[in-house]
């Protein structure tokens, strides 16, 4: 096909266009249902997605929350006892005593 024939067709396409333009209006409107459509399900499922992130991050916070509520409170313990033995007993003598069978006690249960 020469430069003239060719140049000579796209005459031709662009005479047909232009005196019926609706030819293009179907696929300008197919493309742009696509994009739209294509755009929209990216768009949700980004969405989707970081909101179960979200929801994991959540998750994961209370439930460290509540290991460090818990270990806090396994460390407060012995703190507590020894206090209240102390407020008792303030006598260093009685105080290993009754620390050794404390410690026993706790440990049992």
């Known amino acids: 096909m020469s430069t003239g024939s060719a140049w000579a067709s796209t005459q031709v396409r662009l005479r047909l266009l232009a005196s019926h333009p609706l030819i293009l209006v179907g696929p300008i409107l197919l493309l742009a249902a696509l994009l739209g459509v294509g755009l929209w399900g990216v768009i949700e499922g980004a969405n989707r997605e970081a909101g179960r992130q979200h929801a994991r991050a959540l998750t994961d916070a209370r439930e460290a929350c509540n290991n460090l509520l818990h270990h806090l409170g396994a460390l407060l313990l012995p703190t507590a006892t020894l206090g209240t033995m102390i407020t008792l ?5 009685d105080l290993h005593v009754i620390w050794a069978r404390a410690a026993v006690d706790a440990l049992d249960q």
Do not use: G, I
Request: aromatic residues 0%.
């Open 89 to 93: 007993h303030p006598t260093k003598e």
